[in-house]
């Protein structure tokens, strides 16, 4: 059974930083595209980040360029999204996702304060 558990919320002020973390197990990292989506208050769960098992490319979406970063650590079964300069517009529910499966994590909550 595979479950993916994110970390790594918190409650920051304008222009703070976070490390969200998704740990996946029953399964091995290395094998598929990893990618982190958010959901905002009121808003539909939207794509952020996306990383590949097979180059390590990754890409995100215009409104979080320069200041997200998407990474994996197979040997962990961890990815990561590094977040700077955050801005009260990235407040929201973030989760990890391994593409081409159906499960989902409980998420984690970033608050960003103006």
């Known amino acids: 059974q595979v479950q993916v558990v994110e970390s790594g919320g918190g409650l920051v002020h304008t222009g703070g930083s976070l490390r969200l973390s998704c740990e996946v197990s029953?399964?091995?990292?290395?094998?598929?595209?990893m990618s982190w989506y958010r959901q905002g208050p009121g808003k539909k769960r939207e794509l952020v980040a996306v990383?590949?098992?097979?180059?390590?490319?990754?890409r995100v979406v215009a409104s979080v360029r320069g200041r997200f970063t998407i990474s994996k650590e197979d040997h962990k079964n961890t990815a990561y999204l590094q977040m700077n300069n955050l801005k009260p517009e990235d407040t929201a529910v973030y989760y990890c996702k391994v593409e081409g499966l159906s499960d989902w994590g409980k998420g984690t909550q970033v608050t960003v304060s103006s």
């Open positions: 990383i590949s098992s097979v180059d390590g490319s990754r």
């Open positions: 029953g399964l091995t990292t290395s094998y598929f595209e």
